[in-house]
């Protein structure tokens, strides 16, 4: 009588969901996040102890995200708990975080059109302000503008190549994306090095670094996404009919290629 009436509990929890052990990590990414934010303060505020605290607080979090990342990975290509309905959701999951993304950059550019289409007569009623030399958008910015979009290009043939099952393309694809989200990295920090302004030189100032800034730890995050894709795809664990993990980062660098072709035709062209 027991065993039948543990048959009929194990057939009443038959479903397509995956319900997930219990877990330390959430609790400790939201600690380290405030743990970074604190750290990002103290180093602002130039503390003696502000870059350690930054650093330090960063590594822990990137170690906390590597665990909980490898546990997501093991659910799914080791243990079979992601479903079809549990991909889809991971799907929608990741949609919803690019739409609060989304979100996210029209704040700054609420705020640089605010400043632009009406300057305030405390920096000269013009815009940019005056005495305030703008970047060259026909020099690094466009160089940066192809690289970005070039990358497009290649993430587009690696996800093609992974649908059709070609291995070998989909490494081809990958690798060349990372070289180009590198590239770009590299790039804008030398477009900061050359730049004749900062970021406390009026709200022009601000708002450019601030934009432009995040936007560069955007890059920066999916490109090591798609570096961790690209160890999982010589793991094999991406199948043509099931790669989550990777059209979820293909998703996210497109999110960064539109958001660099708005910056590169409002902030560089238009409101230079």
Same mark, same amino acid.
């Given at each position: 009588?027991?065993?039948?009436?543990?048959?009929?509990?194990?057939?009443?929890?038959?479903?397509?969901?995956?319900?997930?052990?219990?877990?330390?990590?959430?609790?400790?990414?939201?600690?380290?996040?405030?743990?970074? =934010? /604190? @750290?990002? &303060?103290?180093?602002?505020? !130039?503390?003696?102890?502000?870059? *350690?605290?930054?650093?330090?607080?960063?590594?822990?979090?990137?170690?906390?995200?590597?665990?909980?990342?490898?546990?997501?990975?093991?659910?799914?290509?080791?243990?079979?708990?992601?479903?079809?309905?549990?991909?889809?959701?991971?799907?929608?999951?990741?949609?919803?975080?690019?739409?609060?993304?989304?979100?996210?950059?029209?704040?700054?550019?609420?705020?640089?059109?605010?400043?632009?289409?009406?300057?305030?007569?405390?920096?000269?009623?013009?815009?940019?302000?005056?005495?305030?030399?703008?970047?060259?958008?026909?020099?690094?910015?466009?160089?940066?503008?192809?690289?970005?979009?070039?990358?497009?290009?290649?993430?587009?043939?690696?996800?093609?190549?992974?649908?059709?099952?070609?291995?070998?393309?989909? =490494? /081809? @694809?990958? &690798?060349?994306?990372?070289? !180009?989200?590198?590239?770009?990295? *590299?790039?804008?920090?030398?477009?900061?090095?050359?730049?004749?302004?900062?970021?406390?030189?009026?709200?022009?100032?601000?708002?450019?670094?601030?934009?432009?800034?995040?936007?560069?730890?955007?890059?920066?995050?999916?490109?090591?996404?798609?570096?961790?894709?690209?160890?999982?795809?010589?793991?094999?664990?991406?199948?043509?009919?099931?790669?989550?993990?990777?059209?979820?980062?293909?998703?996210?660098?497109?999110?960064?290629?539109?958001?660099?072709?708005?910056?590169?035709?409002?902030?560089?062209?238009?409101?230079?």
């Amino acid at each position: 009588m027991q065993s039948f009436r543990n048959i009929n509990l194990l057939r009443s929890e038959q479903h397509p969901f995956h319900l997930v052990d219990p877990s330390p990590w959430p609790l400790l990414t939201s600690l380290s996040l405030f743990s970074v =934010a /604190l @750290g990002f &303060i103290s180093y602002f505020h !130039y503390l003696t102890t502000g870059l *350690f605290n930054l650093v330090s607080s960063i590594c822990v979090l990137s170690f906390i995200l590597f665990r909980w990342f490898a546990d997501i990975i093991t659910e799914a290509t080791y243990e079979g708990h992601h479903t079809f309905k549990v991909q889809q959701n991971i799907l929608l999951g990741m949609l919803l975080f690019i739409t609060s993304e989304i979100m996210f950059f029209f704040a700054f550019f609420w705020a640089f059109f605010h400043f632009s289409l009406s300057p305030s007569i405390w920096i000269g009623g013009v815009w940019p302000p005056k005495g305030l030399h703008t970047l060259d958008f026909g020099a690094l910015p466009l160089l940066n503008t192809v690289i970005l979009l070039s990358s497009g290009v290649t993430i587009t043939y690696a996800h093609r190549a992974i649908v059709f099952g070609d291995f070998r393309k989909t =490494a /081809l @694809g990958l &690798i060349f994306t990372i070289l !180009y989200g590198i590239v770009f990295t *590299f790039l804008q920090k030398w477009e900061y090095d050359s730049a004749t302004f900062s970021i406390n030189d009026s709200v022009y100032g601000s708002i450019f670094y601030m934009t432009t800034g995040f936007h560069g730890v955007h890059v920066f995050i999916g490109t090591l996404f798609l570096f961790i894709c690209l160890i999982r795809h010589f793991y094999h664990h991406f199948f043509k009919n099931h790669h989550v993990g990777f059209l979820c980062a293909v998703w996210y660098w497109h999110f960064v290629d539109i958001v660099w072709i708005f910056l590169f035709l409002c902030v560089y062209i238009w409101g230079a």
